[in-house]
């Protein structure tokens, strides 16, 4: 690998680590782990590698591995005639992000709703037009939460029928 590829994934395992850290509440070296497989793609990525890429103890790893694979979050295959493990998100993984998501969005909007009908209902009693509620943020976020549930669902549906072909 060109050493500005290389430095350029340093940095970006480092990003993407801090990031997985804080969405998915992992120690700093298993969101880093995570971030250096997510980065490796599909060839998976060995035990070795990641203690020397990482520059972490084989037993940090080793702890960490294990856990992520506890969780779920990653998977192994073998190559034939080799003993390595190879490690790769699971798909799956991705999938119940999205899931969790649309869970949450969902939530959210019917909280958006529930508030809205009760400005609307507070409006209607209301003759004073200063004191009424606008409601028009809640529309608009109600419309974005829809629309954005919509493609990622959509996503989603890729995500499964591209995983099925393989």
Same mark, same amino acid.
Not at 1 to 25: H, R, T, W, Y
Not at 98 to 102: T, V
Not at 148 to 160: D, E, F, M, N, Y
């Given at each position: 690998?060109?050493?500005?590829?290389?430095?350029? &994934?340093? =940095?970006? +395992?480092?990003? /993407?680590? +801090?990031?997985?850290? !804080?969405?998915?509440?992992l120690?700093? +070296? =298993?969101a880093? $782990?995570m971030?250096?497989?997510?980065?490796?793609?599909k +060839?998976?990525?060995? #035990?070795?590698?990641? %203690?020397?890429?990482?520059?972490a103890?084989?037993?940090? $790893?080793s702890?960490?591995?294990?856990?992520?694979?506890d /969780?779920?979050?990653i %998977?192994?295959?073998?190559?034939?005639?080799?003993?390595?493990k190879y #490690? %790769?998100? !699971?798909?799956?993984?991705?999938?119940?992000g999205?899931?969790?998501?649309?869970e949450?969005w969902?939530v959210?909007k019917?909280?958006?709703?529930?508030?809205?009908?009760? &400005?609307?209902?507070?409006?209607? !009693?209301?003759?004073?037009?200063t004191s &009424? #509620?606008?409601?028009?943020f809640?529309d608009?976020y109600?419309? #974005?939460?829809?629309e =954005?549930?919509?493609?990622?669902? &959509?996503?989603?549906?890729?995500?499964?029928e591209?995983?099925?072909?393989?």
């Open positions: 690998m060109p050493d500005n590829i290389c430095s350029e &994934k340093k =940095a970006l +395992v480092e990003k /993407l680590g +801090v990031f997985i850290e !804080n969405k998915d509440q120690a700093p +070296v =298993a880093r $782990i971030s250096y497989i997510i980065l490796t793609g +060839v998976g990525t060995t #035990f070795e590698d990641l %203690v020397l890429k990482l520059c103890s084989k037993s940090t $790893i702890t960490h591995l294990n856990h992520l694979q /969780l779920k979050k %998977v192994y295959f073998t190559k034939l005639g080799d003993r390595k #490690f %790769v998100i !699971n798909q799956d993984t991705i999938i119940q999205i899931d969790d998501m649309i949450t969902c959210q019917e909280l958006h709703i529930e508030i809205r009908d009760y &400005k609307e209902k507070s409006n209607a !009693n209301n003759s004073d037009d &009424k #509620f606008d409601l028009e809640h608009d109600i419309q #974005f939460l829809d =954005a549930t919509k493609s990622v669902l &959509k996503l989603r549906t890729k995500i499964i591209k995983n099925n072909k393989l």
